[in-house]
């Protein structure tokens, strides 16, 4: 397993931007497919976005596209999400995640990860 620390997570208001940055205790980081996931009260969690092993292949939840970015550095161990145009809606805790494998593919279910950060509070006034 992983060990994963997410950080960069506040109150901001409507429109702002933020970063939240996950840091894996692992040797060799590239050999894991990561994601965010977040979770607000009452619901379920929800996958937001995911990158593939070599950071060559990300996918995106239907409502953050075009509004959130993920990226990795696999020299630094770290993967982060650039979050824009913030709503309300986004108010969430987030959580990153990691599954074993050099896929291609972005796995979607939160059930396909093998390894969970403690989650970042994220939360966006109006």
């Known amino acids: 397993q992983v060990q994963l620390v997410e950080s960069g997570g506040g109150l901001v208001q409507f429109g702002d931007s933020l970063r939240l940055s996950c840091a894996a205790s692992?040797?060799?980081?590239?050999?894991?497919?990561m994601a965010w996931f977040r979770q607000a009260p009452g619901k379920e969690r929800d996958f937001v976005a995911g990158?593939?092993?070599?950071?060559?292949?990300?996918n995106y939840a239907d409502s953050v596209k075009g509004r959130f970015t993920i990226s990795r550095d696999n020299a630094e161990n770290r993967v982060y999400l650039q979050m824009s145009s913030l709503k309300p809606e986004d108010t969430a805790i987030y959580y990153c995640?990691?599954?074993?494998?050099?896929?291609?593919?972005?796995?979607?279910?939160?059930?396909?990860?093998?390894?969970w950060g403690q989650g970042t509070q994220v939360t966006v006034s109006s």
């Open positions: 990158i593939n092993w070599s950071g060559t292949v990300t």
């Open positions: 692992v040797r060799t980081f590239s050999n894991y497919g």
């Open positions: 995640a990691a599954h074993t494998g050099r896929l291609n593919g972005i796995r979607t279910r939160a059930g396909s990860y093998d390894s």
